[in-house]
């Protein structure tokens, strides 16, 4: 009895040992772990961005989720990538593996858009920065005075096409006689625009490859034209529309 008792016993002791190195490997990958992911929100506005969060860990991969939230476009751009065009309302994400401690630079690469504020700085394996304060104010909406008309309106009907591209007009006529007045208006471009006939009508801030038309009573005069969107016009986004009598 006692023979047979001792091997049981090593019995058993052979095979806990032989469970226990079964399940020393699985143990093991448990204690492993994927590079950790984080998904942070950025919300584009005029003139600045809120991150959701400014700071992660060295080894972490960013989802940024990117939503323009303001009224015209705006990109987002930081460690080499760059969104697409955002029109209002629309998002995109970008992915990006940070594997270095750094602060690394974050900004609308459209004209104007970081000088007046939408830049900044994410963190990683460090303190986020502070928000900084742009010396840039935002751009203010210029009123532009009224028309200089010489005449009452005349009898014409008269087609403008106008075709908004980055960053200026290309219009059908320039000069065109007075009465009514139909201006069917393209955006060619990239980037958001809108025809704005200065102290007369001013057109939808179209996207890419949307149009509309509209018709006006225009009399003998000098008519300004502009893009409302900021920093266009001084991109060059502007223009004068002469009626003759």
């Known amino acids: 009895m006692r ?3 001792s091997l049981a016993g090593l019995l058993v002791l052979a095979i806990a040992g032989v469970l226990a190195g079964a399940l020393t490997p699985i143990g093991r990958a448990n204690h492993s772990s994927p590079s950790a992911i984080k998904t942070v929100t950025v919300s584009a506005t005029e003139f ?17 989720k990117v939503v323009n939230k303001g009224k015209i476009s705006h990109n987002f751009s930081i460690a080499g990538k760059t969104t697409k065009l955002l029109l209002p309302g629309k998002t ?11 602060l690394f ?23 986020a920065p502070p928000p900084g304060t742009t010396s840039t104010p935002p751009p203010t909406t210029t009123t ?19 075709s908004m591209i ?4 290309v219009l059908s006529q320039n000069s065109i006689p007075s009465g009514q007045v139909t201006f069917v ?35 003998p005069g000098q008519y300004l034209y502009t893009c409302d969107v900021p920093f266009h016009v001084d ?8 009626i003759t009598p």
Request: net charge positive.
């Open 105 to 127: 630079p974050y900004k609308c690469t459209l004209t104007g858009h970081a000088a007046a504020g939408m830049k900044g700085k994410f963190a990683v394996g460090t303190a």
């Open 144 to 162: 532009h005075p009224p028309p200089t008309t010489t005449g009452p309106v005349g009898t014409a009907n008269t087609t403008v096409t106008v």
């Open 235 to 242: 991109k060059g986004m502007s223009g004068n529309l002469t």
């Open 3 to 5: 023979r047979f008792g």
């Open 48 to 64: 600045s961005f809120k991150l959701s969060a400014r700071s992660v860990p060295v080894g972490t991969t960013v989802n940024f």
């Open 92 to 102: 995109q994400t970008l992915t990006v593996k940070f594997a270095k401690k750094g």
């Open 166 to 169: 980055d960053y200026s007009f």
């Open 185 to 219: 208006i393209k955006n060619n471009g990239n980037d958001t625009h809108n025809f704005d006939l200065n102290g007369v009508k001013a057109g939808t801030i179209l996207g890419p490859g949307q149009s509309e038309s509209w018709t006006v009573a225009l009399a």
